[in-house]
């Protein structure tokens, strides 16, 4: 038997001032240093020849949807896929649909701060490569400063970027723009945005839709709104935003927002109990912002069960079959900093453990309605 795995290395729980600034601090550095590893750089693509298109959005807004959409359809472009996940294991890079693709995954922080130097570095390969892609795409986390992404893009020369196309769930708009926690930098990304595309309209009523409509209208005066069913946006709409960004003439900004969410990620190989799983997931409290995972359950021993959690809502989808790779479970859960009960939900996970209590008869697993 296999022991369990558990990944616990997120932020710390504790909000703590010296942590704050020093994360601030970072994410100053980062773009400074982001700057400084440009200097004088000459790439193999040549000055502004990189399309780069930034999918943002916040937690759950359905950016890896619209992704998988554009990465499915015949659009005839080569395209590397940057993936950026906030969590310690990145759940958004196993649900891009087309395992394939040339797609970089950045794991274990948010890329316009805590791990912008990766992102730099990335965008630096990516502009040495003898074959060169035909454009970028950059999945951002669901709490990055679309601002701040752009501003550390720009400072690559063979980098033009297209512009940033912002996922806004129609859903829980009115809900976020008000949230304490969230709020500021939720209004920041949808602000900072080229292009609007408004997900998740069908899960409302009509008046519900148009009240949607019109708050993102008077936050984006004049920029362009798409609704996206299930993520689809066209990939000509996606690719060719036709934004004019140009690099800053000032420093950046510093971003500290990073210390105002936390994350823990739960990785183990034993199979979990669906059903003790499901009790977990509908007691976990609302203040949960977000919760992804992908899972080896015992009444689905073949394939991965996706799990999405976004608000109050969650589902499990039956996803691709394990073939050759061992089947296990990861999630990660996403919450404002201090209001994530680690140890709570490790004893809570590991109870959903079926080797734990296998006396216990399995049931045919019930999909939870959207
Ligand atoms: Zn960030």
Redesign the pocket.
């Known amino acids: 038997m296999k022991t369990p795995e558990r990944n616990s290395q997120d932020n710390s729980n504790a909000v703590d001032p010296y942590e704050a600034a020093e994360e601030a601090r970072q994410?100053l550095s980062g773009m400074i240093f982001a700057a400084l590893k440009m200097r004088g750089r000459k790439f193999r693509a040549a000055p502004a020849s990189l399309p780069l298109t930034i999918i943002a959005g916040f937690l759950g807004a359905g950016k890896t949807t619209l992704l998988n959409h554009l990465l499915v359809e015949p659009h005839g472009r080569r395209l590397a896929v940057l993936v950026n996940d906030f969590g310690s294991i990145n759940i958004d890079a196993d649900l891009v649909s087309s395992r394939t693709e040339d797609m970089i995954s950045l794991t274990n922080?948010?890329?316009?701060?805590?791990v912008?130097g990766d992102l730099t570095e990335t965008l630096i390969d990516i502009a040495e490569r003898e074959e060169l892609p035909d454009a970028i795409v950059l999945e951002a986390?669901g709490?990055?400063?679309t601002q701040?992404i752009v501003q550390i893009a720009l400072t690559n020369p063979a980098m033009r970027v297209e512009g940033a196309l912002v996922v806004v769930d129609a859903e829980t708009v009115f809900e976020l723009a008000e949230d304490p926690h969230a709020g500021r930098l939720f209004r920041n990304q949808i602000a900072a945005a080229d292009l609007c595309a408004l997900s998740k309209l069908d899960l409302l009523d009509e008046a519900g839709r148009t009240a949607a409509r019109d708050w993102l209208a008077t936050q984006v005066p004049g920029k362009p709104v798409v609704e996206a069913f299930n993520g689809a946006v066209p990939a000509e709409v996606v690719l060719g935003i036709g934004a004019t960004r140009h690099a800053p003439c000032s420093p950046p900004v510093s971003?500290d927002?990073?210390h105002d969410f936390d994350s823990f990620s739960f990785t183990v190989d034993e199979p979990l109990d669906g059903e003790r799983l499901r009790a977990l997931f509908d007691s976990l409290p609302t203040s949960l912002l977000r919760a992804k995972g992908v899972l080896n359950l015992t009444e689905e021993p073949a394939r991965r069960t996706v799990y999405q959690r976004v608000g109050e809502r969650w589902s499990y989808t039956p996803a691709a079959p394990w073939g050759d790779e061992t089947p296990r479970s990861s999630i990660v859960f996403i919450g404002p900093a201090g209001w994530i009960d680690r140890s709570k939900l490790e004893t809570g996970l590991d109870a959903c453990r079926a080797d734990i209590n296998d006396a216990r008869p399995t049931k045919t697993l019930p999909h939870k309605e959207r």
Not at 109 to 114: D, F, K, L, R, Y
């Open positions: 994410a922080g948010c890329a316009c701060c805590a912008a986390s709490i990055a400063d701040a971003t927002h990073a």
